[in-house]
């Protein structure tokens, strides 16, 4: 496993403490935390594919979608949750950050940084960004809600949420200086 | 997609013991008739239990005999190389107790009497069908099924099964099934029951003796319980308004397609199925309610459980609509039971849990896999 934002994630996780996935795919992350720190918990997601994955893949999976809130959750029943590279395609951004709030001590966010070079620069030159990172076309795209790591403290701000920790990846290298501008990827931990 | 598990017989199982039931009765003996498909092996840790629903029974898979027009009921999921692998597993189908294919039941006689049961026959429930059921996985020497897989009723014994024995099941498949009834389900149970009791020859249940049986009301009972398993879409898709001959005849003989399939379902159902089963099976729909012993808190019914769980619904079941499977899965959220859940897209109503389909044959392999 060489996923460095796996392994950021995985040390940000107690051994043994309980963990929700939201748009967990199929459940690959889970998988790995439930092998390195014995994790218990659930992951969530819509597309049927990646539900006979996550049963492969043998993690708990629950077919729900995130827009409908995570009412079958009580408060603080996770010690941490996960909303990985789902951020951006929500409808409800601000519902889903104030669920997270509610359900688990601990918050761990990652999404495409838009505020990236390569997508500035696609920008200048007149076109919507494609990459690895956002590989669909501007009129079939999933990514409804994208932002910079900028506006994403903005957000954190507004809802009360602290950045403890955070990641910048470009094609799975770290990123230490200039991150808006040279990070992919950003993955960050928030508590309240 | 795999073949039959072939040419397959019936046994039988006596129970000497007595059966103390949830209504105060006591059954002194009892048989039960089951089937078994694969092999059971030397640790006896690969046994699959597949409960039946309303009108099912013990032959879920297979012919009787090279001829045989039918195969078992679910035979599309049970078979080498099919989700549940006769390969891998051994499979038993067991007719409820009570049930209408050779079981003990209201056709029986009662050894206390010599003579049929008839409408004295005890009225059970779900509890009691497990009770029974335990005694006869024990009688083939498994300690703890690797799993119980059950459809509609058969979900709701497979829950009954892990609340009442946690530690003999590995794995619950709870599919298309609900934690209790509605008014609106109960209410249906209900005019199917009033068809066959207002029947002139039901004779209060003891129909055996006129030699005759509730034709009438039977077949009433199952047309609507048909219009209850599938959906308006798939009705309107496979029947529309078609006419029979093209035409209105301006009478009451059948006009439309919907009405001679209901009917054809009816007459088949009347042939085959016993009245005193059918009421019997419809009130032990109606008294299963999981919370009634638990202060109507259902997260406290899974709290000793130790199987883990597959819940499936599909989106078109208004019987047993998704929105039931998910109190299922909060309740057993609640007491963080390894749980897993799937809403399969389907537009065929309760009846999809019997249909094939790839998403859903897949999901139920790789979770028997996992």
């Known amino acids: 496993m060489n996923r460095l934002d796996f392994i950021k994630i995985s040390e940000w996780i107690e051994p043994n403490s309980k963990v929700l996935d939201l748009g967990c795919a199929d459940g690959a992350l889970l998988k790995y935390l439930q092998a390195e720190k014995m994790t218990s918990g659930y992951g969530i997601e819509i597309t049927p594919e990646n539900i006979e994955k996550g049963i492969k893949n043998k993690i708990n999976i629950i077919q729900m979608n995130l827009e409908d809130g995570l009412s079958v959750f009580d408060n603080q029943f996770f010690d941490t949750v996960i909303l990985s590279q789902t951020l951006q395609a929500m409808v409800n951004i601000e519902k889903i950050m104030d669920e997270m709030k509610r359900v688990a001590k601990n918050i761990i966010v990652s999404f495409p940084n838009f505020g990236y070079w390569k997508n500035r620069l696609q920008i200048l030159n007149g076109k919507m960004p494609k990459s690895s990172d956002l590989p669909h076309e501007w009129y079939n795209t999933p990514n409804i809600h994208l932002c910079t790591v900028e506006d994403f403290y903005d957000l954190c701000e507004k809802k009360r949420l602290i950045i403890e920790d955070q990641l910048f990846l470009t094609k799975n290298q770290p990123i230490k200086y200039f991150s808006n501008l040279r990070g992919s990827i950003g993955i960050f931990k928030l508590s309240k | ?370």
């Open chain 2, 1 to 370: 997609m795999g073949k039959s598990v072939g040419i397959v017989e019936s046994k039988i199982f006596h129970c000497k013991d007595e059966l103390a039931l949830v209504c105060g009765n006591k059954l002194s003996e009892f048989e039960l008739i089951y089937e078994t498909y694969g092999k059971l092996n030397n640790n006896k840790t690969n046994a699959i239990f597949i409960p039946h629903a309303l009108s099912g029974n013990h032959h879920i898979a297979g012919k009787y005999h090279k001829n045989d027009k039918y195969s078992g009921w679910w035979n599309n999921m049970v078979g080498p190389a099919k989700p549940i692998d006769t390969n891998k597993y051994f499979v038993i189908g067991i007719n409820n107790l009570g049930g209408n294919d050779g079981s003990t039941s209201a056709k029986s006689i009662n050894p206390k009497t010599k003579k049929v049961w008839g409408s004295s026959f005890p009225i059970l429930t779900v509890k009691d069908w497990v009770a029974s059921q335990k005694k006869l996985i024990n009688s083939l020497g498994i300690e703890k099924l690797y799993a119980i897989v059950g459809g509609s009723l058969g979900g709701m014994q497979a829950m009954q099964w892990s609340i009442d024995f946690p530690d003999a099941i590995e794995k619950i498949l709870c599919i298309a099934a609900a934690p209790s009834l509605t008014a609106q389900n109960i209410a249906f149970n209900e005019v199917a029951r009033q068809a066959i009791l207002q029947d002139d020859e039901f004779y209060k249940g003891n129909f055996y003796q006129q030699k005759t049986k509730p034709k009438k009301g039977l077949r009433i009972a199952r047309m609507l319980g048909h219009i209850t398993y599938l959906s308006n879409d798939s009705m309107d898709k496979k029947f529309g308004r078609k006419l029979i001959q093209g035409k209105y005849n301006y009478n009451f003989q059948q006009n439309y397609e919907i009405e001679s399939y209901l009917n054809y379902q009816g007459d088949k159902f009347a042939m085959t199925f016993d009245a005193n089963t059918y009421l019997r099976m419809t009130k032990a729909l109606d008294y299963f309610d999981l919370e009634k012993n638990f202060k109507n808190k259902l997260s406290k019914v899974f709290a000793k459980i130790k199987s883990k769980y597959l819940i499936i619904s599909f989106s078109s079941d208004w019987r047993f609509p998704p929105s039931r499977s998910k109190e299922i899965v909060k309740a057993l959220l609640d007491n963080n039971i390894n749980v897993t859940y799937a809403e399969v897209e389907a537009e065929t109503g309760h009846d999809a849990f019997l249909l094939e389909s790839e998403h859903y044959h897949n999901t139920v392999r790789n979770y028997l896999r996992s």
